[in-house]
């Protein structure tokens, strides 16, 4: 008798186990099959997201944003690796890889392969060697980075629960080939329920694609331990997809809360400033020893001025008249550091110095006063009084940085020249001109404007006398005979040769006669020669100006 039901046992045992081990091999199969392709899914579906995002905002033609998309691509497909045996590429018209989220090499025979593996609308699973490694694959084409992107595993890990689980039968068949007639019919019994009930919950979870869904675990066997694996498998790939999805909203807000920030803080800080800032913000609090133009304007008598205008009139024409110079010296590279009463301090050179800051600060100090007579037609056709203003500026080494506390600062310039920057506007008014610049400065734009020397003064906080000058863009024939008479004069008015200077200044006024610095001079002069000055005499004067 047990030698006729032995037999008949072993063959149920080994049908039974034939037939279980071919169930988990295609239910599991079948779940690592569907989840290569939901792979494949999430990826193409974050491209295609990406590129409408580039579409609707107009910048698929930016090639840098395209490429931080791609990059961006790229992190993705990371996030969506469970193994350091997986790998995600993708490759060109020509088979040269275009992304990967490891080091790969293909050969030109593999690269023939894989563009030749691809057929459009066809998601199915193929093998192919990449780098010499045999690993299944599933791809798709994304035309518009002319990509073909592969999501690969090794061969022998994609297939390891399946192999597994057949040596386990195998095992199992002949090990149960050894127990009792009464072991074995308990033993199938207790095989197939949990096996059924297992396949059972995969193909479900296949079918609906919910990751919450998980597999009973009836037993503490092989089954058992199975789809506890699995059970551990979907719940990190849950895992995974969560952290996924909660990373790229919080990149999305992240991104949308910079760009609110530059958007808002560029009314204030410049640009460049912004974007040092984001790029180190740690950085920001140290200051540097730069040497930049430093430029002053003040509109005169502006007390008088306003007080015989109403409020709404006379913050109307202030904000046209600071919006029309502020473009100046905007387009010119430079800064607005602050805004004083009427008055406007600006810098150029900082925070991104340029080649010839120094000769665009002049040429903004002469648009400056160019564009105030466009400032005041309109003034004259509102019946509003007209502006004058008088520009200073200096050039010299100053110390900028962000001045002040964490809950306030000011990225500004401090330092002597920027006093004396603030001095030489003060100076505009007593010698009658728009624009007045240092020597430092006027030894910078020489070769490029023509200047001429106003005088040599000791001006309020800083020691010694310095040079300044007055500058044009372009002169006359007339101007420049002026230009050159009264450099001259000057040369010779500091040689205390006060008759040959006082000859040039003469002439000058013949040339000029309304010359307000010529006057002065020839004023001095006369003076110097009826008083001559005491041997230590420099010609510096010394001014009282603010």
């Known amino acids: 008798m047990i030698a006729i039901v032995l037999p008949l ?28 392709n939901f792979k494949t899914d999430q990826l193409s579906q974050y491209m295609d997201g990406q590129w409408r995002i580039l579409q609707e905002n107009n910048l698929t033609d930016r090639k840098d944003i395209v490429v931080a998309a791609q990059a961006g691509v790229e992190a993705y497909a990371r996030g969506l690796l469970l ?48 780098g010499g490694v045999q690993r299944v694959a599933s791809a798709f084409a994304f035309q518009p980075f002319g990509w073909t992107v592969y999501i690969t595993e090794v061969r022998a890990v994609f297939y390891r629960d399946v192999t597994r689980i057949t040596y386990q039968t195998i095992a199992l068949i002949i090990g149960g080939s050894a127990i009792a007639v009464v072991l074995l019919i308990l033993f199938v019994a207790h095989l197939t329920g949990p096996l059924a009930r297992a396949a059972g919950t995969m193909k479900g979870i296949i079918s609906s694609n919910d990751l919450t869904a998980r597999v009973n675990v009836d037993y503490r066997d092989e089954i058992g331990e199975m789809s506890q694996t699995f059970n551990v498998m979907i719940g990190e790939l849950e895992k995974a997809y969560n952290r996924i999805k909660g990373y790229a909203f919080q990149a999305v807000m992240a991104q949308k809360k910079e760009q609110k920030i530059r958007t808002i803080f560029q009314k204030y800080v410049p640009r460049e400033l912004i974007d040092r800032f984001f790029a180190n913000p740690e950085g920001m609090l140290v200051g540097e020893n730069r040497t ?16 015989g205008m109403k409020p709404d009139a006379l913050v109307s024409g202030l904000n046209r008249y600071f919006s029309i110079m502020v473009d100046v010296i905007m387009n010119r590279g430079g800064i607005i550091d602050k805004y004083i009463g009427d008055a406007i301090m600006a810098m150029f050179g900082a925070p991104v110095a340029h080649e010839n800051d120094a000769l665009q600060s002049v040429l903004a100090g002469l648009e400056m006063v160019g564009s105030l007579e466009t400032f005041n037609v309109e003034q004259r056709r509102r019946g509003e009084p007209e502006f004058h203003i008088g520009v200073g500026i200096n050039y010299g080494e100053v110390t900028v940085g962000n001045i002040g506390t964490e809950k306030k600062m000011d990225y500004t310039v401090i330092g002597d020249m920027v006093n004396v920057a603030s001095r ?15 020597q430092m400065l006027q030894e910078k734009v020489a070769r490029d404007l023509p200047t001429r020397l106003v005088d040599a003064v000791a001006v309020k906080g800083r020691r010694g006398g310095i040079r300044i000058y007055t500058v044009r863009q372009e002169l006359t024939a007339t101007e420049k005979q002026v230009y050159d ?9 500091f040689d205390r040769k006060f008759e040959t200077a006082l000859s040039g200044f003469e002439k000058v006024r ?11 001079m020839v004023e001095r002069c006369k003076d110097m020669i009826q008083s001559p000055p005491p041997e230590d005499w420099d010609g510096v004067e010394i001014m009282k100006t603010k």
């Not at 790998?87 to 030749?116: P, W």
């Open 424 to 438: 030489l506007e003060g100076l505009t008014k007593p010698y009658h001109q728009a624009l007045i610049i240092s």
């Open 510 to 520: 013949k040339l000029v006669p309304d010359d307000t610095l010529a006057q002065m």
């Open 83 to 130: 193994s350091d045996t997986e790998l995600v590429f993708a490759i060109d018209a020509t088979g040269a890889v275009a992304m990967a989220t490891g080091a790969v090499t293909i050969s030109d025979a593999e690269k023939k392969t894989l563009l030749a593996s691809v057929i459009p609308g066809n998601r199915s699973l193929f093998e192919v060697k990449v």
């Open 485 to 493: 008479v009264h450099n001259e004069s000057m040369d010779y008015y």
């Open 292 to 307: 930049l133009a430093i430029l002053f304007s003040d509109i005169r008598s502006f007390t008088t001025i306003s007080e």
């Open 9 to 36: 046992i072993v063959v149920g045992l080994v049908v039974g186990g034939i037939s279980a081990s071919f169930i988990a091999r295609n239910a599991i199969s079948r779940v690592i099959v569907t989840f290569m």
